[in-house]
């Protein structure tokens, strides 16, 4: 086994012993002969310390607590000529993992080092395959809130929303909007779907844009969005400007429009979202029925 070992040993006899027998065991080796040398400096790459606990300046065993919780994932093998048991078991519950007394054998002292770097190595290991984990499950979490064809959020999210609206404050005041495009049916039927599809992608990167960190939009059904709003922010603007966005967009060198109806309500439970989306869905109703193109409230 081979690895990058520091060495914190005043006593020139003992550093130059350890060192010259790690590198001869093809370890890399930088030897250093007081704690204050290396508190200033990253120790990331290296896989093993060796500390001398008695050391001018600072100790040794306070230098393995400030290590051991800056690098908990760094061994540290502490060396002592302390023969009484008190500073060991100080070393150990410090930070060291384990200590090898002087005089050492150098043969358990490799035997020690290759333990402690075995427990690392799989360490390294778990927390490697717990990053994967982690970077999966953040992957799979995404696709399962997340509309796949235009990326706003889907339905599913809409009550997890609301459960992390309510876990800060007790009752929230937001503003809804349902947004439904106008005769889609025709669009889809005199375009094709895949047009169809398009819009809806663009319908959706208009309302991120205006939306901006202001709320969230989520695809409520085929071609029907949901918008909420935070309180502080000017909803009816905000709808207003997609409306105007979407009627003024020519990416398909025909007209598109939408509707939009409006409303707002204090929530303080996940029942009331479904009252306030149906206000805003009469809304719609309103828009749809005074011409289209319109945003009602
Ligand atoms: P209105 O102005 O009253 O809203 O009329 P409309 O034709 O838009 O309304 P309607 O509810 O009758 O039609 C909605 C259409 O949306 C029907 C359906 O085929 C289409 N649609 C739903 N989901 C999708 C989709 O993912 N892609 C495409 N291209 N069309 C979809
Ligand atoms: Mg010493
Ligand atoms: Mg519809
Ligand atoms: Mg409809
Ligand atoms: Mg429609």
């Known amino acids: 086994m081979t690895g990058r070992i520091l060495i914190i040993e005043d006593s020139m006899f003992h550093g130059k012993v350890l060192s010259d027998m790690l590198i001869e065991n093809k370890y890399q080796v930088k030897w250093v002969r007081s704690g204050e040398e290396v508190l200033s400096e990253s120790l990331d790459n290296y896989d093993l310390v060796l500390i001398d606990l008695i050391l001018p300046g600072i100790d040794g065993y306070s230098l393995c607590e400030i290590l051991k919780k800056e690098y908990p994932y760094l061994p540290i093998i502490a060396i002592t000529s302390i023969t009484e048991e008190e500073s060991v078991s100080k070393a150990l519950s410090l930070g060291a993992d384990d200590y090898i007394k002087k005089p050492f054998s150098l043969v358990e002292l490799l035997a020690r080092i290759n333990v402690q770097l075995r427990t690392r190595r799989l360490q390294l290991e778990l927390i490697k395959k717990n990053n994967e984990l982690k970077i999966a499950y953040d992957k799979i979490k995404k696709m399962a809130i997340t509309d796949m064809l235009t990326g706003a959020y889907n339905r599913a999210y809409l009550r997890e929303y609301v459960e992390n609206l309510l876990q800060s404050?007790?009752?929230?005041?937001?503003?809804?909007?349902?947004?439904?495009?106008?005769?889609?049916?025709?669009?889809?039927?005199?375009?094709?779907?895949?047009?169809?599809?398009?819009?809806?992608?663009?319908?959706?990167?208009?309302?991120?844009?205006?939306?901006?960190?202001?709320?969230?939009?989520?695809?409520?059904?085929?071609?029907?969005?949901?918008?909420?709003?935070?309180?502080?922010?000017?909803?009816?603007?905000?709808?207003?400007?997609?409306?105007?966005?979407?009627?003024?967009?020519?990416?398909?060198g025909f007209v598109w429009t939408v509707s939009i109806g409006l409303s707002k309500g204090i929530i303080t439970s996940e029942k009331d979202i479904e009252f306030i989306i149906k206000k805003a869905d009469d809304m719609l109703y309103e828009a749809k029925k005074s011409g289209k193109n319109k945003v009602k409230e």
């Open 169 to 252: 404050s007790s009752f929230v005041d937001i503003n809804c909007f349902l947004i439904d495009i106008d005769n889609f049916k025709k669009i889809n039927d005199t375009y094709g779907h895949l047009i169809g599809d398009e819009i809806l992608k663009r319908l959706v990167d208009i309302c991120k844009r205006n939306i901006k960190d202001n709320g969230i939009i989520i695809r409520f059904g085929g071609e029907e969005f949901l918008g909420i709003i935070y309180k502080e922010a000017d909803a009816y603007k905000i709808a207003e400007n997609i409306r105007d966005e979407c009627q003024k967009d020519c990416s398909f």
